[in-house]
């Protein structure tokens, strides 16, 4: 399966977000491995949320304006 299709959002050249995948097995955190937990990382500054714009960026990270942009994009 080639990934990217799905998530074209998320690969948008001036954003960049990475979806959590579950590494544990179903019994561990209720998630089967390889199965996304619904969470949502920036990879810049490694915080992590239900959705882009809830992530709390630090002020240093230059991520921290660009959650808007794809809130606006799919909402
Ligand atoms: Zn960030």
């Given at each position: ?61 230059r ?13």
């Open positions: 399966m080639m990934p990217g299709s799905d998530f074209r959002s998320f690969a948008d050249p001036d954003t960049e977000f990475v979806l959590d995948v579950s590494e544990t097995p179903r019994t561990v955190d209720g998630f089967k491995p390889g199965e996304p937990t619904g969470k949502v990382i920036c990879p810049h500054c490694g915080e992590a949320a239900s959705a882009p714009e809830y992530i709390p960026h630090p002020e240093n990270c991520q921290s304006g660009v959650t808007s942009e794809w809130y606006e994009r799919t909402h």
